[in-house]
């Protein structure tokens, strides 16, 4: 017998798309699923924009009113997707009333309302998670299974890049519904909420937790028109982040993000170094993994590229024959997968708000340090 979770979608820009194409791909690949989603309200402020995305996307009804969409009884989860000033009282308003909550990253804009947040669904006791997506690539979860078997040995070093360049342009504004991710107030940092904590999500997944951490931040483009009030205002987001730090393996990490690597679009790379291997990953051939084995032998040794398409890989006998790549949107097809199943068996899905919550202070870590020049320890408590 097939059980349907009702979805409630707030917000329908990038990854109000991303999300809504998990819903709707999951029933066709996933059927052996008892859950499965109905796509049954999608609300944002605009009339016009959120009755075009129903209509696009397939969903039953549409609100103006975030609060009007939580407080309907055939809604079981609710999903945001909403800039980030708005995911704290969301979340906390959809706890109290008892709906499940998926969460976009990062888990909020500071460490104080993500506390918050973790309170309101523990004591609530609602399932909850985070769309650290990236987590769900095959090629990535691949990466986890290597290392978690202990194959690479004891690890010496985590590195990790998120580069890209489209906030180059000084012309650019901040603020409003599209370039809200370069306003403070909405997005609460730069790169480090945005980019980074997509590598400080997967390092401490595969690598444990993050001890402490140097910084150094820079805001290359001072000023910019804000689309709210109007004015050039100061910028007061990071535009670009550097940091290393230690992992509480005793491994050193290295990590490097920002917006302003002219060609870059979305380079996501990780690579872990271990006493009796190594592995690689970009993303931009999200596909692959490269790994190398010092055990091989050493007339054959080298580094492996792994095409990680077999049926036996991770997640990909969901999809086509052996071969044949995935993409980008598959992480989050497979997030709901995952989600959906977790509700079968009772158990969590992570990362849930606890795990993000843990990214978080590495990231309010990161932001202190830069201003405070000095290390600083993170707190963190990786399970
Ligand atoms: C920013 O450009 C962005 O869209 C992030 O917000 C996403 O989390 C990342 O996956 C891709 O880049």
């Not at 499965?36 to 103006?64: D, H, I, M, N």
């Not at 040995?153 to 990790?160: P, T």
Request: hydrophobic share 40%; charged share 25%; glycine share 8%.
């Amino acid at each position: 017998m097939k059980k349907e979770i009702r979805i409630g979608l707030i917000g329908c820009g990038f990854m109000g798309r991303t999300h809504s194409n998990g819903y709707r791909r999951v029933p066709n690949f996933f059927p052996e699923l008892v859950y499965q989603p109905v796509l049954k309200a999608v609300c944002a402020r605009s009339r016009e924009k959120v009755t075009a995305f129903a209509q696009q996307w397939g969903y039953e009804s549409f609100e103006t009113d975030w609060k009007l969409l939580i407080k309907r009884d055939d809604i079981d989860a609710i999903d945001i997707c909403t800039p980030n000033n708005m995911h704290a009282e969301i979340a906390i308003a959809a706890a109290e009333a008892g709906k499940m909550i998926l969460c976009e990253k990062p888990l909020a804009r500071t460490l104080a309302e993500a506390q918050l947040m973790v309170d309101a669904v523990d004591k609530a006791k609602v399932k909850n998670t985070v769309w650290y997506n990236y987590r769900r690539l095959p090629a990535v979860t691949l990466a986890k299974k290597i290392v978690d078997t202990g194959k690479l040995g004891k690890i010496f070093h985590y590195r990790s890049n998120f580069l890209q360049d489209w906030t180059i342009n000084e012309n650019l504004p901040q603020g409003g519904s599209v370039f809200w991710r370069m306003d403070a107030d909405a997005a609460g940092s730069g790169v480090t909420g945005d980019l980074l904590a997509h590598c400080i999500d997967t390092a401490m997944w595969l690598n444990g937790g993050i001890r402490d951490v140097s910084a150094v931040t820079e805001t290359f483009v001072k000023q910019r028109l804000h689309e709210d009030t109007g004015k050039l205002q100061d910028v007061k987001i990071d535009d670009a982040c550097i940091f290393h730090c230690h992992f509480e393996n005793g491994s050193l990490g290295l990590f490097e993000s920002t917006r302003f690597a002219r060609g870059h679009k979305a380079l996501y790379t990780f690579e872990i170094n271990g006493e009796k291997g190594s592995l690689r990953w970009d993303l931009h051939d999200l596909n692959r993994l490269e790994y190398f084995n010092n055990e091989d032998d050493a007339a054959t040794r080298g580094w492996r590229s792994i095409h990680v398409t077999d049926g036996d890989q991770p997640y990909m006998n969901k999809w086509w024959v052996p071969g044949l790549s995935i993409g980008y949107e598959h992480s989050f097809v497979h997030q709901v997968a995952d989600f959906l199943k977790s509700l079968e068996s009772g158990e969590a899905c992570a990362p849930t708000f606890q795990d993000a919550f843990e990214t978080q202070k590495v990231c309010e870590a990161v932001l202190n340090s830069a201003s405070s020049k000095k290390w600083q320890t993170t707190d963190v408590n990786w399970k």
